[in-house]
């Protein structure tokens, strides 16, 4: 395989959006002989992504794009095939709607071939609204991707939580292929469409951090993520509280499974669906009897609103997987490439 980055733009009917983030794109001061490419995985489209990705490129672009279908929709499965695709030594995931600064490629190449254990880094993502945002989303933007992701560049791979977000996701292509060899499988779907599902990139980070890869953050490495007037709204904001509760049993899970803290110190009980499920229903219960107006009228603005979206989707989240808790945990836990440790670690 061939040095460089393979940048990956998953799109789903991105004809509006692809024209500015390609631009961007096209903007990139490379050094000479670090080579790059771009890959647009049109993931099952009914407008014209396809022709606006190819229109737009310059012909004197300094990267060769290229166009690949992916029919089965889910941003998991295109990100999969663009990981398949990819002909140089580093991925980086830029959606549709990221801006990259100018100096994107070579910081990123620098990052992953200054510190041969590094199997993910990321950056800072700056807003970029439609309309000036109401009041309430600086207290959420993170659930936006937006904002710092670490609270100081550097090796983050001990940090808890979920590590790195989706948008701006760098990886190496070795690490992330041979996971997909040891048969890693997203269990959780990812965006289709509308819904607001989420959580395969938590999934490929844990994954990756679980096979002894070194994770790098980077406040120097800026994109800026454009968000239209449709997202600000507050009908938005509750769907996509409630799709991040849904993932947080699914994440939780797999911090169980692979005995991370801060729950490695548990006993077994205290990892069971039992025990996550009357804990969630413990704090639904508990924000319905503190702020019952909010939590049906659900006012902009208001946090217990918010809280009651995440929370309602956590619970509706564990009661689907009621008899199947303990089981997908087990699978997690003796999946392959939970037990192969890179060769840089």
């Given amino acids: 395989m061939n040095g460089g980055v393979s940048v ?47 229109r737009c490129w310059p012909s004197v672009a300094l990267a060769p794009l290229r166009v690949v279908s992916e029919p089965q929709a889910g941003l998991s499965h295109a990100r999969i095939r663009g990981i398949q695709e990819a002909r140089h030594e580093i991925i980086s995931f830029i959606d549709d709607d990221n801006w990259v600064s100018t100096d994107w490629i070579k910081r990123v190449d620098a990052i992953f071939v200054n510190c041969p254990e590094i199997g993910a880094s990321g950056g800072r993502i700056e807003a970029v ?10 207290s959420i933007q993170g659930y936006y991707a937006v904002g710092r992701q670490h609270l100081r560049s550097g ?40 819904l607001l599902s989420t959580g395969g990139d938590t999934e490929i980070c844990f994954a990756l951090r679980e096979s002894g ?42 911090l169980f499974a692979l005995n991370r803290p801060p729950f490695h110190a548990r006993p077994a009980w205290k990892k069971s669906w039992l025990f996550s499920a009357l804990k969630a229903l413990r704090q639904l219960g508990a924000v319905i009897l503190s702020h019952p107006s909010d939590c049906f009228r659900q006012p902009e603005g208001s946090p217990h609103a918010l809280n009651f979206k995440m929370c309602s989707g956590r619970w509706v989240a564990l009661w689907a997987l009621c008899g199947r808790y303990k089981k997908l945990g087990e699978e997690i836990r003796r999946s392959p490439w939970v037990h192969v440790k890179s060769k840089a670690c």
């Avoid at 390609?22 to 790059?36: E, I, K, N, T």
């Fill in 155 to 194: 090796d983050i791979t001990k940090t808890s939580g979920t590590l790195l977000c989706g948008a701006g996701l760098n990886l190496r292509t070795a690490a992330v292929r041979k996971l997909l060899d040891n048969g890693f499988v997203c269990m959780m779907s990812d965006r289709k469409g509308n």
């Fill in 213 to 254: 890869w070194r994770f790098w953050y980077d406040d120097a490495l800026v994109l800026r993520h454009f968000i239209p007037k449709e997202r600000l709204q507050w009908s938005y904001a509750l769907r996509l509280m409630r799709g991040m509760g849904e993932a947080s049993a699914l994440f939780e899970l797999y």
């Fill in 8 to 54: 990956i733009i998953c799109c789903h009917n991105s004809a509006k959006r692809l024209p500015e983030t390609l631009r961007h794109l096209a903007a990139q001061q490379v050094p000479d002989g670090l080579p790059w490419e771009v890959l647009v995985i049109d993931n099952a489209s009914m407008d014209d992504t396809a022709e606006t990705a190819l």
């Fill in 129 to 138: 609204c439609e309309i000036t945002p109401p009041d309430w989303f600086e």
